[in-house]
């Protein structure tokens, strides 16, 4: 099955700096993947996601690149700001008729004031 | 448009007893997903159902755990005899086929605590 790994597990950056998560899938078939923050007590919520057939997706701050030749995905953060703390989690999904979603284990984001 | 709605939000059981998690899903999906989050770790698929139909529950575990989507009310994920292993959060996500792609959105979870 598909396993996916992200990086870094924590993360503190300066408010006004970018951010940068990484994640690796293992399964080549694998043609969508999301991006969810999860606030504290909270369930995820989606942010940006992206799918096989494009390389990069841009929503104002937020940024995801993908690479399937190398099978990695990146989420990108510009101009930090406190309320983007929160734990981020990639994941993909499968093609055919696989539609769970496969987690990365998560990045826990501080913004410093 | 509502949101995926979970209830409760929070549940306490003392081992051996029964849980009952509800899922109501957005407006319009057709398509529930329930996952499990332990403490500190991301979210495992358990099982994904359409109306009255389970289609995929690999990540279910074989015992005591159930799922179902009847054609009328929520989704119902049944934990009998829990044991404290099954604490965790778990989250439900609907999603519906447009233009054949489909978005998982997420609930607020129902936090379970077994003592």
């Known amino acids: 099955g598909e396993n996916v790994e992200q990086h870094p597990s924590t993360l503190s950056v300066q408010e006004g700096d970018s951010a940068v998560i990484k994640c690796t899938y293992s399964d080549s078939a694998s043609n969508y993947f999301p991006w969810y923050k999860q606030e504290l007590g909270k369930g995820p919520q989606l942010i940006i996601d992206?799918?096989?057939?494009?390389g990069e997706k841009k929503d104002q701050r937020i940024a995801v690149t993908l690479n399937k030749t190398a099978k990695h995905f990146s989420l990108h953060i510009t101009e930090t700001q406190p309320e983007d703390s929160a734990v981020y989690f990639c994941a993909a999904r499968g093609s055919g008729s696989a539609r769970q979603l496969t987690f990365g284990s998560g990045t826990q984001l501080t913004v410093l004031p | 448009n509502a949101g995926v709605m979970q209830n409760p939000r929070h549940l306490v059981r003392r081992r051996g007893q029964e849980a009952r998690l509800r899922c109501s899903p957005m407006k319009g999906h057709s398509h529930v997903y329930w996952y499990r989050q332990l403490p500190e770790e991301g979210l495992k698929f358990m099982v994904y159902?359409?109306?009255?139909?389970?289609?995929?529950e690999s990540g279910m575990p074989k015992e005591r755990f159930s799922a179902e989507f009847p054609k009328e009310g929520p989704s119902i994920l049944r934990i009998q005899q829990v044991v404290r292993g099954d604490s965790a959060a778990y989250f439900c996500a609907s999603s519906s086929r447009e233009r054949g792609f489909e978005t998982q959105y997420f609930g607020p979870g129902t936090r379970l605590l077994v003592l």
């Open positions: 159902l359409q109306k009255e139909n389970i289609i995929d």
């Open positions: 992206i799918r096989s057939n494009v």
